[in-house]
């Protein structure tokens, strides 16, 4: 059993950076990747960015070049440092552990607007 908790999310302009963590507990041994999701309203939930346990990486084509996603092990965090945000970036956004099934966090809410 995972369990995930997002945090960092809030109410920025856009050109804005945010950062958000994901802290994972549990059986954290046995995850595989570790991934961002987010969801705005009246839409489906969309990959952003994940991250392998040998450290490779995949962006949402939407996201590239502005989001970084990494991974403290130590820490056993995940952080997804978000830049130059636009208010199309405006989501809940959430953190996913994958380990044979996939461990959701509650969400946090991240707005762009002036």
């Known amino acids: 059993q995972v369990q995930v908790v997002e945090s960092g999310g809030g109410l920025v302009q856009p050109g804005e950076s945010l950062r958000l963590s994901c802290a994972a507990s549990?059986?954290?041994?046995?995850?595989?990747?570790m991934a961002w999701y987010r969801q705005a309203p009246g839409k489906q939930r969309d990959l952003v960015a994940i991250?392998?346990?040998?450290?490779?990486?995949n962006y949402a084509d939407s996201v590239k070049g502005r989001f970084t996603i990494s991974r403290d092990y130590a820490k056993s965090t995940v952080y997804l440092q978000m830049n130059s945000l636009k208010p199309e970036d405006t989501a809940v956004y959430y953190c996913?552990?994958?380990?044979?099934?996939?461990?959701w966090g509650q969400g946090t809410q991240v707005t762009v607007s002036s």
């Open positions: 991250i392998t346990n040998n450290d490779n990486t």
């Open positions: 996913c552990a994958i380990s044979g099934r996939s461990y």
């Open positions: 549990g059986s954290y041994f046995s995850i595989n990747a």
